[in-house]
């Protein structure tokens, strides 16, 4: 059995949940969400308690089990609280800042790179190496900051580059010179 999928979901008050066929729109403070999910799969909203039951015991029924009860947890996560991911940016002459809706980075290229904010995701710059992503949906948030992170992955001898703030970065010894004893 699915431990997790058996789990019940709560709906904090202000947090509407509609549910039309197999279709879940979660609305609350911080937006919107609309997912689609199996068909074969009930959801029942009862006393503010979400819940998420299979209809038999299939593999594969019992695969997207936790899964479809993770996903809707997470919408309603989401417009509640929101999400986050905080990056890092490090070098010499390597920074980052907001102009208007932009992220501007200054990443060692000859050009500066330049993301635009998705819809549903805003970016802030509290110093020059520290970018931080928010958002409502999880799946949204993971992504961009992925994106950003893309831009100058850290390299493993001086660790310069962009990574996520609990990302550990596995050093290198560099080359050993002519003059080194053996």
Known sequence: MSRIGRKPIDVPSGVNVTINGNHITVKGAKGTLEREFPKNFTVKVENNVLTV???????????????????????????????????????VGYRAQKQGKNLVMNLGYSHQVIMPEPEGITIEVPAPNKIVVHGADKQQVGQFAAEIREQRKPEPYKGKGIKYVDEHIQRKEGKAGKGAKK
């Open 53 to 91: 039951e299979r209809p038999n015991d299939e593999k594969e029924n019992k695969a997207l089990h936790g899964l479809t009860r993770t996903l809707i947890h997470n919408m309603v996560e989401g417009v509640t609280n929101g999400f986050s991911k905080e990056l890092e940016v490090n070098g």
